[in-house]
Structures are given as C-alpha cells and as structure tokens.
C-alpha cells in the first residue's frame, strides 16, 4: 500500500508528535560531531622550519617575510581549527642536529626555503629532515635561490614530500589540510557491523592497523538490536521531526512510524559509536533489522563523521580520508555508464544532505522507501547541478583510484535507486574500459562502488599520496 502523505499531514498525525515538535523549535538542525557528543580530536601538530639567509641580497627572501608567513600559518589554526604550528628553527644560525631533536612527536613539518643554490649546510640539513620519514612540504617562492633544482629528486627517490614551488601563500592552506589525514587516522575506530566488505587488505584489521593505524571494532546484529531497543521513544520521535520530517520537501511511500524508527537507528549507532569512540560505521546488515542505514548514514555523514553502505571498507577510508583532508562527506554510488552522453550516472539510497560540509547547508531532499526492496527509509537528495565532483575509492590500502566529472543532471529514473544524478566525465569511453585502472579486483560491490565527492580535488590528491605513500590511478 502506498502512503503519498504530504508534510503537514505528517506534523499533525498525533498530539504528541505536535508537542515534541513544538519543544523542538529552538534546535539547531544540523550539529556538528563535536556538538553532537564525540570527543575533539588533538590537533595536528607541524613543525616549521626556515631555511636559509635572509635580507637585502641577491636571490634571498626579505627578513620581514618570516613574520609575516608566521601571521599566516596562524591564520590558518584558526581556519582549520585541528592543526597547530610549532617550532620556527631558523637555518642558519640553528644546525640540523638541533631541528632533528625537535621534531619527536611532530605529525608534519613545512619547509621555508628562503635562500641557497642548492650546496653547503642549508641544502644538507633539508636533506636530513626530509630522510625523516615524517611528511614534510616544502614552500619555495620564485627568487629563492636555485635549489629548487634539487627538490624533485626527494619525491623521485619515494620521500614522503609535497613540493610548493608558488608564490601562492593559500598553498599552505591546501597543504596544511592533508597534513591531518595520517594523524587523524591513526587515532580513528571504525564500527564493523556483521563483518567487512571489499578487498582482501582493508578488510584485514591487523594489516588496515600495521598500515595506517585505524582500528576495526566488530559489532554483531544482536548488539544494534539491543542498542535500537534502548532508544527512548519520545527522543527518536523528536529526532524524526525535527531532522527530517519538518525539513523534507516531500514525504512519499514511508509510514510516520517507519521514519521514527529509522530515526531510533540513528540514535542507536550514535551511542555504540560514542560509546566506543569511533568515527566511522560501516555495516553489511545495513538492509536489515532493525532499520535500513539510509537515515543513519546520512546524518553520520552531514556530521562530519562516516557512515557507509554494505559493509565497504575502501568506500569507508576513503570517505574518512576525503572527510579528514577536504571536510566533505561522500555518496557512495552503484555508477553505470552512457557514452551517449559521454557520462557516468550514480545513484544509490542514502546520500548526506550536506555535500559541502557540516557547516554547509542541506539540500533538498525527499523521504523514500529502499528502491530494490520497496521497503524502509531511504533517500531522494537532489545534488546541485554545475557542481564540480571527484570520485574516487581507496583500495588495498595503497592505491587511491579517481576522476573528475560536473553534475549535469538530477534524474529520478524508476530502474535505479532513489538519489541519482548525471556526471559529465572526460572520457566516458575510456573510462569504461579502464574502470578499476587495471588493479581492483573482486565481488561486484568491491568492483562496482565508487565514492562521490564535491569539489575537483585531484591535485590534492596527487599530494596527498606523496605525502602518505600511495598510489593514485585515474581511471578515465
């Protein structure tokens, strides 16, 4: 039976439910992790080092500038809010030996070349911390010396290096962000509900930790059942309206009680993640009892957190990777092709509300049942046509497969499930036939899925790898 209800019938089924609506008013509607229970993570801590001569001479940066570069990077611990600069060693008059010892405990170091021409103590005590093993990005303005020369040689060799040659100081912004994702993953939990999904290695919890320090936490169904049950009624009816039914544009097949429920799941997996301090869940009963992960996931992700579909490892440090790098949430998708249109179509029933980011604000978006099933809470989010996208999936925890597209169209195709959108692409062809970039292998989900991202993030993540040591593939 079909229950095409619209939102105002919804608010006023039952007494209680205008009450509790009423009580929630003055709520905001989107928190975000911090606000909503999960501990803060430290901060990121990056040492800085300058390195060279400075003054009123030939090839060398202006003494002046050193103030300066530090009012920016303070700049950005207020932009980012997680990361913290410390240090400052001047090279010369410090030496090597005394940065070296400075840096226990750093997560990240930037480089200022001031000056040099590549020769003598500054280029060797360079050498020394990039041998260091700890990421490092090094910031060269033009008229620097031409020691540039030397640099590419460190990422050549396999150095853990980003190189800035620019005059653009907003570069250290980009970079300062990237430096969070290998600290903040080592301090991540991901929830494991009835086993994971995906490639033999993410799905290896010894290996996932030896490699990038995250940690696997199973959970069994019984325990997501206990936890559903223990969710006071009147808090998931609350939670219902005033996240979602109030906000949707439209309410279709889902009964009030069905939404409520699903809400109850949310509220459930908060605890068990909270409990657990975890960031991130990712369950392969997510069709299950009891409650499709579609509004949980949703919420998770508009958070700033990770919730992902089917039990998908990679899908999941992906998202966790772009969420720590970018701050955005990703949809994970089942993508099918038209090169008539030289495109790629994503769909899939839930998505974040989201896309730019807890701070951002919602789309819009109608409540759906599950397409295949045709029963549950999902998904109809309209994502913004014109908008700039990477999809991408991080796999055998060493290979970063990617490309770019822009949403040319919002479709509502009944063979697919609820949110769908088209994706203009470089090579739809090529792309096709180079889909997994001749490395991924596996089941059908492990092959098929792909995660969405807002914004053209590739450069980044041509970084990102030089700095965390992986591969990145484009698959068109």
């Given at each position: 039976?079909?229950?095409?209800?619209?939102?105002?019938?919804?608010?006023?089924?039952?007494a209680?439910?205008?009450v509790l609506?009423?009580?929630?008013?003055?709520?905001?509607?989107?928190?975000?992790?911090?606000?909503?229970?999960w501990?803060?993570?430290?901060?990121?801590?990056?040492?800085?080092?300058?390195?060279?001569?400075?003054?009123?001479?030939y090839?060398?940066?202006?003494?002046?500038?050193?103030?300066?570069?530090?009012?920016?990077?303070?700049?950005?611990?207020k932009?980012?809010?997680?990361?913290?600069?410390v240090?400052?060693?001047?090279?010369?008059?410090?030496?090597?030996?005394?940065?070296?010892?400075?840096?226990t405990?750093?997560?990240?170091?930037?480089?200022?070349?001031?000056?040099?021409?590549?020769?003598?103590?500054?280029?060797e005590?360079m050498d020394?911390?990039?041998d260091?093993?700890?990421?490092?990005v090094?910031?060269?303005q033009?008229f620097?010396?031409?020691?540039w020369?030397?640099?590419?040689?460190?990422?050549?060799?396999?150095?853990?290096?980003?190189l800035?040659?620019?005059s653009?100081?907003?570069?250290?912004?980009r970079?300062?962000?990237?430096?969070?994702?290998?600290p903040r993953?080592?301090?991540?939990?991901?929830?494991?509900?009835?086993?994971?999904?995906?490639?033999?290695?993410?799905?290896?919890?010894?290996?996932?930790?030896?490699?990038?320090?995250?940690?696997i936490?199973?959970?069994?169904?019984e325990?997501?059942?206990?936890?559903?049950?223990?969710?006071?009624?009147?808090?998931?009816?609350?939670?219902?309206?005033n996240?979602?039914?109030?906000?949707?544009?439209?309410?279709?097949?889902?009964?009030r009680?069905?939404?409520?429920?699903?809400?109850?799941?949310?509220?459930?997996?908060k605890?068990?993640?909270i409990?657990?301090g975890?960031?991130?869940?990712t369950?392969?009963?997510?069709?299950?009892?009891?409650?499709?992960g579609?509004?949980a996931f949703?919420?998770?992700?508009?958070q700033?957190?990770v919730?992902?579909?089917?039990?998908?490892?990679?899908?999941?440090?992906?998202?966790?990777?772009?969420?720590?790098?970018?701050?955005?949430?990703?949809?994970i998708?089942?993508?099918?092709?038209?090169?008539a249109r030289?495109?790629?179509i994503?769909?899939h029933c839930?998505?974040?509300?989201k896309?730019?980011?807890?701070?951002?604000?919602?789309?819009?978006?109608?409540?759906?049942?599950?397409?295949?099933?045709?029963?549950?809470?999902?998904?109809?989010?309209?994502?913004?046509?014109?908008?700039?996208?990477?999809?991408?999936?991080f796999?055998?925890?060493?290979?970063?497969?990617?490309?770019?597209?822009?949403?040319?169209?919002?479709?509502?195709?009944?063979?697919?499930?609820?949110?769908?959108?088209?994706?203009?692409?470089?090579?739809?062809?090529?792309?096709?036939?180079n889909?997994?970039?001749?490395?991924?292998?596996?089941d059908?989900?492990?092959?098929?899925?792909?995660?969405?991202?807002?914004?053209?993030?590739?450069?980044?993540?041509?970084?990102?790898g030089?700095l965390m040591?992986?591969?990145?593939?484009?698959e068109?």
């Amino acid at each position: 039976m079909s229950h095409n209800v619209t939102r105002r019938q919804f608010l006023g089924a039952t007494a209680a439910g205008s009450v509790l609506l009423a009580a929630s008013t003055g709520a905001k509607p989107a928190q975000t992790a911090q606000e909503a229970g999960w501990p803060a993570q430290p901060p990121v801590k990056i040492y800085k080092v300058f390195i060279g001569r400075t003054g009123d001479i030939y090839m060398s940066r202006p003494t002046e500038e050193i103030g300066k570069l530090n009012d920016h990077l303070a700049g950005i611990e207020k932009k980012l809010g997680d990361v913290q600069f410390v240090g400052g060693d001047l090279i010369p008059p410090a030496d090597a030996t005394t940065v070296l010892n400075n840096l226990t405990g750093m997560d990240g170091i930037i480089l200022f070349h001031l000056s040099g021409h590549g020769g003598g103590s500054p280029a060797e005590a360079m050498d020394k911390i990039v041998d260091t093993g700890i990421p490092t990005v090094v910031f060269s303005q033009p008229f620097s010396g031409h020691g540039w020369m030397y640099f590419p040689k460190w990422q050549k060799a396999g150095k853990k290096v980003v190189l800035l040659p620019t005059s653009d100081w907003s570069e250290l912004d980009r970079a300062a962000g990237l430096m969070r994702v290998g600290p903040r993953l080592k301090q991540t939990k991901i929830l494991v509900v009835r086993g994971p999904m995906g490639t033999a290695a993410a799905c290896n919890a010894e290996q996932l930790k030896t490699r990038w320090g995250a940690e696997i936490i199973p959970i069994t169904v019984e325990e997501t059942l206990e936890a559903h049950k223990a969710v006071d009624a009147a808090e998931a009816e609350a939670e219902a309206e005033n996240y979602w039914i109030k906000c949707a544009k439209k309410i279709y097949e889902p009964t009030r009680d069905e939404i409520i429920n699903a809400s109850r799941f949310y509220l459930a997996m908060k605890k068990l993640m909270i409990d657990r301090g975890a960031q991130a869940v990712t369950s392969s009963n997510c069709m299950g009892d009891p409650a499709k992960g579609c509004f949980a996931f949703s919420k998770l992700n508009d958070q700033g957190l990770v919730g992902a579909c089917e039990g998908d490892m990679d899908s999941t440090l992906t998202m966790l990777i772009f969420r720590y790098a970018f701050g955005v949430p990703g949809f994970i998708t089942d993508p099918v092709f038209d090169t008539a249109r030289n495109a790629l179509i994503h769909f899939h029933c839930t998505s974040a509300t989201k896309m730019d980011g807890p701070e951002g604000k919602r789309l819009p978006f109608s409540i759906r049942t599950q397409t295949d099933s045709g029963r549950g809470v999902a998904l109809d989010v309209e994502n913004r046509i014109g908008q700039a996208v990477t999809c991408a999936k991080f796999i055998n925890l060493d290979t970063m497969l990617a490309s770019t597209g822009k949403i040319t169209e919002v479709t509502h195709d009944k063979l697919a499930c609820r949110t769908q959108f088209v994706t203009e692409v470089g090579d739809a062809k090529k792309m096709f036939l180079n889909w997994g970039g001749g490395v991924l292998e596996g089941d059908v989900m492990t092959l098929l899925h792909r995660v969405v991202f807002y914004g053209n993030h590739m450069q980044s993540l041509t970084d990102l790898g030089n700095l965390m040591g992986f591969r990145v593939v484009e698959e068109a």
